[in-house]
């Protein structure tokens, strides 16, 4: 497909020269032929491998609400500025809750994965960047 310009690793069906300089690199895309560009339909089952020609866009929101991505504390951000800072520990959100909790200055909520963000939280900080003490959570790194 590419001639000599491509030479060592194969991957995508296509041997690839690995760790080029930054010229090899231009001497390598400059001997291919400009990519064709045009766009077809074709079917679910034969979509395999090709690329998108636009944004596909889903037509709900899923999920319905914002949810943390990771175990850890959902915090304001600015009370989190210098750090390490302590916050008292105001309540646990796990996933599928439908909880009231609201984060207020100085606060932290316990979040699980998938949980929904409490109100006036926004942003989460991991929990292996924490220390828990008697109800209250020392913030040890950024969210």
């Known amino acids: 497909m590419f001639g000599d ?5 194969t991957r995508l069906g296509v041997n690839m020269e690995m760790n080029v300089s ?13 990519l064709d560009l045009e766009s077809e339909q074709a ?4 979509a395999h491998g090709r690329i998108l020609a636009e944004d596909l866009v889903s037509k709900v929101d899923d999920p319905r609400f914002d949810n943390s991505a990771m175990d850890g504390w959902a915090v304001i951000e600015s009370d989190c500025k210098t750090l390490p800072v302590t916050l008292q ?15 207020v200055s100085n606060t932290a909520c316990r979040i699980m ?3 929904p963000i409490p109100s006036g939280a ?5 929990v292996e960047d924490s220390k828990v003490n008697e109800g209250l959570v020392e913030i040890t790194g950024p969210p």
């Open 5 to 9: 310009a491509l030479k060592g690793v």
């Open 22 to 34: 930054i010229e090899r690199a231009v001497e390598i895309a400059s001997s291919i032929a400009a």
């Open 43 to 46: 079917s679910l089952e034969s």
């Open 89 to 103: 520990i105001i309540d646990t959100v796990q996933a599928g809750d439908e909880s009231d909790v609201k984060v």
């Open 113 to 115: 994965t998938g949980a």
């Open 122 to 126: 926004d942003a989460i900080v991991m």
